[in-house]
């Protein structure tokens, strides 16, 4: 059936209609044919039946084809009008309903409840539905040079007022180029109805969205997907570009991603993460290995739970060189650059100094040592200035600004040219950055877009 995925239905009809008509002669060509016995079907007369029965579920695919495409064309024409009637006929029962109730009588058969409109449904995704399966809105040049917008009609009916070119002269006629858009994300132009828009108004092709989405599944930084700070979530414009079973992963992830203290199987092969439903008294049994772990110290163990030599050694490690843990998940965080407010991985926000919820504390903002080596590195990217005082003063103007911007949005950036390290991935790109204009951090274009 992909070969006819392209071709208008009344001449995919015909061709397999020619295809069935040759196979029925040839059946009857070898008809008493051959040496076999009588009531057996030879390997050659298999293949043909094998041959036709494909060809009939053909035939039966492509008219369930006109049959959709002539509903939604259906749909599409008098969708108001249908839901003006249906609107109507919801008004009238539920007048009948409170007559009934007045009048003390049983209403029966009451039509259940419905909602005229469709919140998952909106102008976009339904004119991208249509482009994909209806009729796909085009540009073609005008005679005087212009591009002009247009219809082109993929699935047309038999009954279609319009007179039907032939195949040949439709074969030799130039298909209209169709609307084209960039992707955020890899700059490619394409076809606007396999971009999904984010919230944020960026547009994603299908390769990008499932590489966001994947990466999402093993970074908790990355999760739940976003662009300019906005949670791209699994909608009706977003689903019909992923996978099931990716939709079913980020689901199961999700569930993951909002639990708070997470408790993973401490088998190292399994490493699974341990459902609420699975934990009782303390104790989370691994539906994959039966592994049963300790939800206090993560272990195996049976009885009390012992002391977590190993934990203790980490904790004691973090207390040596100044780290932080994390409240909600549990986790240490080691500050390198920028001010003292923490924002995890699980998006928990403390304080670095005190570990306490973030705004909860009297703490400083700013480490004067840590403030002072980020402005010096800060600087160092700048081209070398002749004059020591220009040089002090723009260094102070680097560390009141830091101070100023430890809480930066992270709105305007620019594109620096060079080979770079992203200091939120990690990553080195050998060409570019973008580097924030408040704050002077530098990231990738992932980082910018899903990350901060």
Known sequence: MD???NMDIATAALMIQLQLDDSNELVESFAGKGKGREGELSDSQIAFKLYREDLELSVALVEDRKMSSSIAQACQMDGDVLVESLSQEQAAAGDRDIACRLGGVRAHHALPPWTVGSESLDDEILEKLRALYVTAPVEEESLDGQLVKGRSDRFADDYDEQVAESSAWAAMRN???QTKRSCTACQEHIIFFQLARAP???EYCRDCLRGLFLASLGDDSLFPPRCCRQSITTGSSIRMFLTSDLIQRYEQKKIEFDTPDRTYCSNPP???FIRVENIANEQASCPNCLTVTCTICKASHTGDCP??????Q?????????WQRCFNCRRLVELEIGCNHITCTCRAEFCYICGEPWKTCGCAQWNEDRLLARANQVVARQPARVAPPEQQGFFAAIVENLRDRHNCDHETWKYVRGRHQCEECRDTLPSYIFECQQCNIQACNRCRRNRL
């Open 3 to 5: 070969m006819f995925a």
């Open 175 to 177: 298909p209209p180029n």
């Open 200 to 202: 944020c108004g960026h």
């Open 270 to 272: 399994c490493s699974a």
């Open 307 to 312: 002391e977590d030599v190993t934990l203790q």
């Open 314 to 322: 980490a904790l004691d490690a973090a207390e040596e060189h100044g």
